[in-house]
């Protein structure tokens, strides 16, 4: 990680997760289903949900890796205040880095207007 780069901020309890989901901003896009939340107090949070129904720990913890280093690749220099929930599809374990990085920017500019 560059020494400029924000961290990237998690919501931590499920009152966070229900406060966004309730909040009925929804957006698909490609492997994924975005809830958003313009209360944030600082920043860029964002809360990744990986249901069992996506495969085994392996699967679902590569996905987490993978959606929390690209959105904190896009979310650098960004200064959106959003709280994000972000609901995977399988897809996102078997598309790759560029194009997930690509849905990723996409959800970002449009949830940010």
Same mark, same amino acid.
């Given at each position: 990680?560059?020494?400029?780069?924000?961290?990237?901020?998690?919501?931590?309890?499920?009152?966070?997760?229900?406060?966004? %989901? $309730?909040? =009925? @901003?929804?957006?698909?896009?490609?492997?994924? &289903?975005?809830?958003?939340?313009?209360?944030? +107090?600082?920043?860029?949070?964002?809360?990744?949900?990986?249901? %069992? $129904?996506? =495969? @085994?720990?392996?699967?679902?913890?590569?996905? &987490?890796?993978?959606?929390?280093?690209?959105? +904190?690749?896009?979310?650098?220099?960004?200064?959106?205040?959003?709280?994000?929930?972000?609901?995977?599809?399988?897809?996102?374990?078997?598309?790759?880095?560029?194009?997930?990085?690509?849905?990723?920017?996409?959800?970002?500019?449009?949830?940010?207007?």
């Amino acid at each position: 990680m560059n020494k400029g780069s924000a961290v990237l901020e998690t919501l931590r309890t499920g009152s966070e997760y229900r406060r966004v %989901r $309730s909040a =009925g @901003n929804v957006m698909r896009l490609g492997p994924m &289903k975005v809830f958003r939340d313009r209360g944030a +107090q600082s920043g860029l949070r964002v809360g990744i949900v990986t249901p %069992r $129904s996506l =495969g @085994n720990a392996v699967i679902r913890n590569r996905i &987490k890796r993978r959606l929390k280093a690209a959105y +904190q690749l896009e979310a650098c220099g960004n200064s959106v205040r959003l709280d994000i929930v972000v609901h995977p599809a399988f897809e996102a374990a078997t598309c790759n880095f560029g194009e997930l990085r690509q849905y990723v920017r996409k959800s970002l500019t449009y949830l940010a207007s």
